[in-house]
């Protein structure tokens, strides 16, 4: 029997093992490096990911031998925990050194199953700066350049700042803060270190990078930069070996002497806004700017009362968030309009900056029929090839359908009083004779009336009117904005007039109706408090009988006499 046991047990491991396998995630290996564009004899770092924490050994690397030089290769293991769920991580930290100027690819490299993808990298000769040979042969030296030295007042200048070092330096590194009279400084992401090969001596090199947006046009020069820093030195050190008496070399750290060096400075020519540049308009900079748009839900069915959330992004390359003017609201008169805050971001790339605006709204159509929603033209100045741009949106046509949910409170239409012309006499006298009749008939029964009682009991169908006001404190009250506008619905039914009518000679609840509105359709989740709509309800003044011009009220007597 423990032998049929044993069977069995091998037996059902091996069939849950491919389930296993089959259920749990499939490892990849992600590949990433810390830059894109690179100059020639300068070091770029490659990061292999992978959450596989079986995996042993290193990637092969052999592929890499045609095109780069394999300077370092570290591994990095780590472990999170989150929620109960246990995360390992193993990472490749592979410094190369490109052979070549151009395009090369970073191919692929296989650890174990695991393939990572390809990565285009950008490799870009340079010519020798304009240092003096004496400051490239220094232990320490620093460096400052400008993408261009000609821009547009309030448009993005990159300023790279670049400190070059052969020998280590202590942790006590400092560089003057970047300080431009009249211009707006944001920094592009965190400080580079990589290295370079320089007359045959590989240095470190750390690299800051900033955008610089000039707010005067004019002459302007970038102030020196000054960066200070400790050096570590070994000396040598003589000691006696105790069995032979012989002395011996070994080298030892000593702080070493501070070092001070100062870039050059830089001039840069800012250019006033084109005179042709359109009055009125926000000024707009930029190397690209495009605008997108989107829709949810779709609105291709989209019916009355329904909201719908309108999302306008627009991106700029070489502008900041901050520069972004507001886009044209929809201004509709059969929407309504619940705007949220605007989503500012920024992010940073080779060229520069990329700054982004989103603007979420709600809107409400209120009315059956073609809306139609206007074009959005947006006007900037193309920097890169120095022409006036216009980025669009075309106009959009939205085809409202009736509720049948809200068709109580909806106006109609009366379109048919329009007769075309040379219609039929006949279904006039017709119409005249059933009037006519009909008219008799009514002057009868109101003869009949008099004679009765002035009241008629008559039994009230559906929730009284006291129930429905009770339902709608109680809703408004509890903040439920849901459950008001049921009990709103309601009570309105039982009013002699539509809730429109009632909103619009009441400012106190047309304003509380735009906020419960506003808690219904709008995304942004804030709390409505409905004491507001309640003491409109209940302040709502009672509709004026007409009075008559002899001073007495228009409506015959109750009793006549």
Known sequence: MSHVHTVVIAWLLCLSAPMAQADAPASTLQASVDRTRVNTGETVELTLESDDATLFGKPDMSALGTDFEVRDTRQLNSLTTLEGNVHATTRWLITLMPRRSGSIEIPPLKLGELIS????LQVVEVEPSAQSQDQKLAPVFMEASLDQDTVYVQAQAVLTVRIYHSVSLFD????????????????????????????????????????????????MTLPAQEFSATMVQDVPQVSQAAATSQPAVATSPKPG???????????????????????????????????????SPDPAHTRIGDSLTRTLMVKAEGLSSAQLPPLPATEVSA?????????????????????????????VPNRPGAIEIPAVDLVWWNTLEDHL?????????????????????????DDSGLTAIGAPVWPWQLSTVLLSFSTLLGFGLWWRARWQPALTRVAQAGPSPRTVLDDLKRASLANDPQATRQALDAWARQQPETLADMAARFVPLSDALDGLNGALYSETGTLWLGEDLWKAVKALPAVEKPVDPNGGESLPPLYPK
Not at 117 to 120: D, E, L, M
Not at 181 to 203: A, S
Not at 263 to 273: A, E, G, R, T, Y
Request: charged fraction near 25%; glycine fraction near 4%; proline fraction near 11%.
């Open 172 to 219: 006590d590194s400092n560089l003057t803060p970047l300080q431009v009279p009249d211009t707006r400084i944001e920094k592009l992401g965190d400080t580079r270190t990589y290295e370079k090969q320089i007359n045959g001596i590989r240095h470190g090199v750390i690299e800051m990078r900033y955008a610089l947006y000039p707010q005067q046009s004019g002459d």
């Open 389 to 413: 741009e216009h980025s669009a949106l075309p106009a959009r046509t939205l085809q409202v359908s009736i509720n049948p949910a809200l068709s109580v409170d909806m106006p109609v239409s």
């Open 117 to 120: 993808q390809p990565i285009a």
């Open 257 to 295: 002497k501070l070092m001070r060096v100062i870039s050059d400075p830089l001039p840069l020519k800012v250019k006033p806004q084109p005179v042709h540049y359109p009055a009125n308009t926000p000024w707009l900079p930029a190397r690209s700017i495009s605008l997108s748009e989107g829709w």
């Open 335 to 363: 929407l309504r309009r619940y705007p949220d805050q605007p989503r500012l971001s920024n992010q940073a790339n080779e060229r520069g900056l990329v700054g982004s605006r989103e603007e979420r709204e709600a809107l």
